[in-house]
């Protein structure tokens, strides 16, 4: 008992100077409720263990000035690597989980497994280099990948986008090149952290991730914590069959969701729409059929998005009971009539109590940088299992207002980073 008690005042001191940066012994005291031979035993050994240093000295109120401690969130950093075939997105994060570098790139050759891996290795190596100054201090690493996977084994069991790619330890080959431990976690659940980290999720509640990209996937995040299946693929809602004998899926059934609303049935309907179609990114596409103004001949491809996806978010809403959702993905590119038309889509296919209480909140993250981020949390998690990651500095700039219209929810600041329908 007395073990976990301590260990719960060393978090309570820890996390107030990450949320706070810099303050006094009494602040320290006050503020944690905490005794002051108490705070002064877990300062000790948070300054042992690199974590906290001494700032100066304050102002004085009459006596001596206090001495100021602060987290000291450059004492190490953490990697994120977020490989959803073939785009590859890195992130360097100092210890508070703030991003100090990024960058996206791509795997070229999508052959066996060494191949795939000495090309990540490449691509890995490089991006350290660059960074060198930071990358000399890297602590910890976090790998985020799609497919089935075996966290504890570190193993990437497989996937549909590379064929003979079974049971490969791309945790073990990631840690021989970084001399590091690497935590291995599913891609969306990267994305899921980071948008409890940083997103429109962080303010707290349980709701449903929905990530609308080259396939789909949900995690249900209860606590702060997202809940993931034995593979990592819990909430595979884009293998659900949504059209009994149809559309051949490359997971080789008929009928996927993924088939009907995804990046990659968008590209079907780019070809099938105009022929320029063909050398648009998959982002650029969506954002033109989702468009409010969106022409005449692209009404039908842009219906069958509304309609299979409001099939597939009432699908998870009434799984889980769970009515508030967050979307990412290419569902952001959407207009507000939209998001609009989407909300009451989605709430038709559900029963009244839980359509009452339907919101759908859309991300603002850039999805390649927030699955390398997220991975990179988890490498902060594992790197600082005592502490929470979810704790981020009280920010200093205006935080957006958001106000109900007619039941949808709508974000009006200038600078508004998301909006809620």
């Known amino acids: ?39 002064l035993k877990w300062l000790g050994s948070l300054e042992r263990a690199g974590l906290v240093r001494r700032r100066g000295v304050g102002a004085s109120s009459g006596g001596r000035p206090p001495t100021l401690f602060e987290y000291d969130a450059s004492a190490g950093y953490v990697l994120g690597v977020a490989v959803e075939i073939p785009s590859v997105t890195f992130a360097l994060l100092d ?58 084994a570190g193993l990437s069991l497989a996937t549909p986008r590379l064929r003979d790619w079974h049971d490969v330890p791309v945790r073990s080959e990631l840690e021989r090149l970084l001399e590091r431990p690497v935590v291995l976690n599913h891609h969306i659940d990267a994305l899921t952290l980071a948008e409890l980290h940083v ?61 009907y609303v995804s990046g990659r049935a968008l590209l079907r309907h780019a070809e099938a729409v105009s022929a320029h179609d063909e050398d648009d990114t998959i982002a650029r596409t969506i ?81 390649p940088e927030a699955g390398a981020r997220g991975a990179a949390l988890f490498a902060l998690r594992q790197h600082l299992p005592f502490a929470d990651p979810l704790v981020v500095p009280v920010p200093t700039g205006r935080r957006p207002h958001v106000t109900e219209i007619d039941g949808a929810s709508t974000d009006v600041s200038a600078d508004a980073p998301h909006a809620q329908y």
């Open 199 to 259: 997103g429109v999720a962080h303010v707290g509640g349980d709701f449903l991730f929905f990530d609308f990209g080259y396939g789909l996937g949900v995690r249900a995040v209860r606590a702060g914590h997202p809940l993931a299946g034995r593979f990592g693929n819990a909430g595979l809602v884009g293998h659900t069959t949504v059209v009994p004998d149809g559309r051949l899926c490359l997971c080789g059934n008929r009928g996927c969701l993924e088939e």
């Open 1 to 39: 008992m007395s073990q976990r008690l301590g260990e719960s005042n060393r978090i309570l001191v820890l996390n107030h100077l990450r949320r706070h940066g810099v303050a006094s012994m009494d602040q320290l005291v006050r503020d944690t409720g905490r005794s002051q031979p108490t705070v």
């Open 287 to 367: 954002a033109r059929l989702l468009d409010d103004g969106v022409g005449a001949r692209d009404l039908a491809a842009r219906d069958e998005i509304e309609r299979f996806l409001a099939i597939g978010l009432a699908n998870v809403i009434n799984t889980f009971e769970q009515p508030h959702v967050v979307l990412s993905g290419f569902a952001t590119a959407g207009g507000p009539v939209f998001r609009t038309r989407l909300l009451e889509r989605t709430c038709a296919l559900l029963q009244p109590t839980l359509a009452a209480a339907t919101s759908l909140t859309f991300s603002a993250l850039p999805r």
């Open 95 to 152: 210890l508070s989980g703030s991003t100090v570098a990024s960058e996206h790139s791509a795997i070229q050759g999508l052959g066996p497994p060494a191949a795939v891996h000495h090309e990540l290795h490449q691509l890995t190596q490089r991006f350290l280099d660059q960074h060198a100054g930071v990358s000399s201090r890297l602590v910890h690493a976090g790998l985020a990948i799609s497919g089935f996977i075996d966290r504890d």
